[in-house]
T-cell receptor, first 114, second 118 residues
């Protein structure tokens, strides 16, 4: 059974810092990996999607990398801002389940202090 | 972009009553929708896969008679929490995949429903 782990569970940084969020998964047979943002009490906002054949994706100040063979992904946030404060979730879409549902990590709660 | 509408966003009900949550794909058709549950400060746990025109597939440990799922059309899936109890209080989120896009295309998520059972 696929397991997704995110480290750290919580992170507090001053504004302007560059930071890295880590995600690992136990089964490398995935279709893709997604990073989401979730604000308290809200739904999910998709940030980046990396297909299994890709190594990284970029959107603005966000860069996500994928090393499928080692079961790892990182989300890099450049020049963090208070508005980046949220919980960041990574999720993988598995190949061996026909329904292609996502398996989520437990998230990293980020607080960017002004 | 693809939009998934989930309604209601919040609901408070008394123990023993039933609550229906709707998940609609607004600008695409979805043969498959997924229902997730999220406990406070925890991750999303897949409850069931909703298939248009057929029975839902439930994950291990999820009571199908308690969480009734109906996917009667290509744009609507409903989750009914029957005889709700306080332990059913949680955040429920649905997601859908555009049937006209590749299998590895991203899922689209609703904004969730906060259920509180008193």
């Amino acid at each position: 059974k696929q397991e997704v782990t995110q480290i750290p569970a919580a992170l507090s940084v001053p504004e302007g810092e560059n930071l890295v969020l880590n995600c690992s998964f136990t089964d490398s047979a995935i279709y893709n990996l997604q990073w989401f943002r979730q604000d308290p009490g809200k739904g999910l906002t998709s940030l980046l999607l990396i297909q299994s054949s890709q190594r990284e994706q970029t959107s603005g100040r966000l860069n996500a990398s994928l090393d499928k063979s080692s079961g790892r992904s990182t989300l890099y946030i450049a020049a963090s801002q208070p508005g980046d404060s949220a919980t960041y979730l990574c999720a993988v879409s598995e190949m061996d389940t026909g329904r292609r549902a996502l398996t989520f990590g437990s998230g990293t709660r980020l607080q960017v202090q002004p | 972009g693809a939009v998934v509408s989930q309604h209601p966003s919040r609901v408070i009900c008394k123990s023993g009553t039933s609550v229906k949550i709707e998940c609609r794909s607004l600008d695409f058709q979805a043969t498959t929708m997924f229902w997730y549950r999220q406990f406070p400060k925890k991750s999303l746990m897949l409850m069931a896969t909703s298939n248009e025109g057929s029975k839902a597939t439930y994950e291990q440990g999820v009571e199908k008679d308690k969480f009734l799922i109906n996917h009667a059309s290509l744009t609507l899936s409903t989750l009914t929490v029957t005889s709700a109890h306080p332990e059913d209080s949680s955040f429920y989120i649905c997601s859908a995949r555009d049937r006209d896009r590749l299998i590895n295309s991203p899922l689209h998520f609703g904004n969730g429903t906060r259920l509180t059972v008193t």
